[in-house]
């Protein structure tokens, strides 16, 4: 299965680093933490370090929706609103004003309010996965 993130055009590419940047900024993560996952998830993308550099990371919610509008693949929309949404419970807790911010950006971009509470359940789903892969190796020592 290839990697979504390198199917991005350039635009959408920056357009899904500044999405990823704004919800670790929500998450309140450190600056550090923040610049090493971009870079990684720039990496991944196929975006030089260079041109990481060059895209402006901290937009406001306005300034976000704004740009997250303009791309027309409702393929690539989902792809970015899901990749928020999992970033944004990665640490195991969202609070229900982060919710409903990653709601109005994925109202925004277009996108269906249930596909939008699709992609909250699936990430729940993993998190809860996660957390029986870890009851099952820790279970009975």
């Known amino acids: 299965m290839p990697d979504v993130s390198k199917l991005l055009s350039k635009t959408e590419k920056k357009y899904y680093l500044q999405a990823l940047a704004f919800v670790l900024d929500m998450n309140k993560k450190d600056s550090l933490t923040i610049t090493e996952y971009l870079k990684a998830q720039a990496e991944e993308a196929g975006v030089s370090e260079t041109t990481l550099s060059q895209i402006k990371l901290n937009l406001d919610e306005e300034k976000l929706t704004k740009e997250l509008a303009k791309i027309s693949s409702i393929?690539?929309?989902?792809?970015?609103?899901?990749?928020?949404?999992?970033?944004?419970?990665?640490?195991?807790?969202?609070?229900?004003?982060?919710?409903?911010t990653l709601h109005r950006i994925g109202r925004a971009m277009g996108i269906a309010e249930a596909k939008i509470n699709d992609f909250f359940i699936w990430a729940?789903?993993?998190?809860?996965?996660?957390?029986?892969?870890i009851k099952l190796v820790e279970e009975d020592l």
């Open 124 to 133: 729940a789903q993993g998190l809860e996965w996660q957390l029986q892969g």
């Open 75 to 100: 393929k690539s929309k989902r792809f970015i609103l899901r990749e928020m949404i999992l970033l944004a419970i990665a640490d195991h807790e969202v609070k229900d004003d982060e919710i409903e």
